[in-house]
């Protein structure tokens, strides 16, 4: 329906899993890739996030903008994105060039997905110290996102995770559609995300 | 339209789900709370008054005008204008024009007979799309008759007030409910009174505007204004 703009990818998943520091290791491996970027993020209770983005200079501040969820992260990304929409619509007016708009979501629970009227692509973020357990409780999120992602696999011998049982529950969970791991503090996996989100939204080769 | 069809298109569009982006609000609601200046036996009261002394004094003559001009764009534009005149504090002026464009967003994409003339002003500059004028334009244009148009308005602002209040913590969803009860013959009346001129429109809310305007410091945000 829109007008031909940037892709929207929405990124979503529990507190704490590492959607900001997903974002942050995205930005320069998707500058790299020469892809003109902006972020939206949909911070809970403060404009933390954004601040945070804003402090990294990895992106100018005016393409990293805040919406407000009013108490409700799932909300603003599904049944009524319409102030999402106007975000990335307004990123879509002031950048012409823009390729991509990543639009981090509020931390939430597994039960949460995006709107397809939103995003062209979503991926959903857990983490090892959430539990090996979460994918086999099989959350929307965590089954229809189009990319799984595994995050803080540095930490898997600390909570005592197993990664590779854990990647093969959350890829049966997901009927074979894509999972990768990572650890952004390390910046190792990033890569292979980015590939994925440009292969699946620009059209590049990966 | 018949009486059913009225209703039930008013159903649609003044529910609290349709999507106008109107849950990101609290309208100064939400400063007011940390202040401690406003507990759960007192909402009733805040409720009643904001419905009193600012949709029904201002709100509803911006929307009632353009819903009445929904088609004549140079009056819409002159409604805007003062629609953004009376919206003297800025979180809220933001919040009229972000909500605004939200909800002209979402009738674009419906197909909504008037959102794209007023839409092409926007983006052209000669508006800020503030959502009393917004929200007369679109009511005009799925076919509510302009009483219908402010209930649905009426409505949705005092509902929206108190899921924000829930939401916050202020409240209970039964407590919502009386509120909405109570505020109702209020809204009735005030809806049926004769339509001021643009010249008497007024507002009175001053603890809830100067809430409003410490939005912006507050260390706890979950809502836009
Ligand atoms: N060890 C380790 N820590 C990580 C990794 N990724 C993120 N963290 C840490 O996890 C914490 C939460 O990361 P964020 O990026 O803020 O998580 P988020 O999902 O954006 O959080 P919310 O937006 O609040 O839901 C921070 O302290 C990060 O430094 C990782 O791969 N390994
Ligand atoms: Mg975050």
Redesign the interface.
Same mark, same amino acid.
């Given at each position: 329906?829109r007008k031909i703009g940037a892709a929207r990818i929405g990124i979503g998943g529990p507190v704490g899993s590492g959607k900001t520091a997903l974002v942050e290791r995205l930005i320069p491996a998707l500058h790299k890739r020469g892809v003109d970027l902006a972020v939206i993020t949909n911070d809970?209770?403060?404009?933390e996030d954004a601040e945070r983005l804003r402090r990294t200079n990895l992106l100018a501040p005016e393409r990293i903008l805040a919406? +407000?969820?009013?108490?409700?992260p799932h909300?603003?990304i599904r +049944? =009524?994105?319409?102030?999402n929409?106007?975000a990335a =619509?307004s990123l879509d007016?002031d950048f012409p060039d823009l390729d991509l708009i990543l639009i981090e979501s509020g931390g939430d629970n597994l039960a949460s997905t995006f709107s397809l009227?939103l995003v062209d692509y979503w991926l959903f973020v857990i983490d090892v110290a959430g539990g090996d357990d979460i994918p086999r409780k099989r959350g929307p999120g965590v089954i229809q996102s189009d990319l799984l992602v595994i995050n803080k696999v540095d930490l898997a011998p600390y909570v005592g995770v197993t990664l590779a049982p854990m990647i093969r529950e959350a890829s049966a969970a997901r009927a074979g559609r894509p999972v990768l791991c990572t650890n952004c503090r390390a910046n190792e996996g990033i890569d292979a995300v980015a590939d994925a989100l440009c292969a699946a939204v620009l059209y590049q080769a990966a | 339209m018949n009486d059913l069809s009225g209703l039930l298109t008013a159903l649609q569009f003044g529910d609290g789900?349709?999507?106008?982006?109107g849950? #990101?609000?609290?309208w100064g609601l939400e400063s007011l709370i940390a202040d401690g200046q406003i507990t759960r036996t007192g909402f009733g009261g805040f409720l009643a008054g904001q419905m009193r002394h600012r949709w029904a004094k201002c709100d509803r003559v911006i929307i009632a005008h353009a819903h009445a001009a929904a088609g004549d764009l140079s009056r819409l534009l002159a409604l805007d204008d003062l629609a953004d005149a009376w919206a003297t504090v800025e979180t809220m002026r933001a919040g009229s024009r972000?909500a605004g /464009? #939200? /909800?002209l967003?979402?009738h674009l994409?419906l197909g909504t007979p008037g959102a794209q003339p007023l839409k092409n002003a926007i983006?052209g500059g000669k508006a800020q799309g503030h959502l009393p004028v917004v929200q007369g334009v679109v009511l005009a244009g799925i076919g509510l008759d302009g009483p219908s148009a402010l209930a649905v308005s009426a409505y949705g602002m005092a509902q929206s007030f108190c899921t #924000?209040a829930i939401?916050?913590g202020l409240i209970s969803h039964l407590d919502a409910q009386r509120s909405l009860a109570d505020v109702r013959p209020d809204l009735a009346r005030i809806i049926a009174e004769p339509m001021p001129d643009t010249d008497d429109i007024q507002s009175f809310t001053p603890l809830a505007d100067i809430a409003a305007m410490r939005h912006m410091d507050q260390?706890?945000? /979950?809502?836009?204004n």
């Open positions: 329906m809970l209770v403060t404009h919406v +407000e969820a009013g108490a409700c909300t603003v +049944e =009524d994105p319409t102030l929409m106007e =619509d007016r009227d | 789900q349709f999507p106008g982006g849950f #990101a609000f609290s972000r /464009l #939200a /909800l967003g979402t994409r983006d #924000a939401r916050l260390t706890q945000r /979950l809502f836009s």
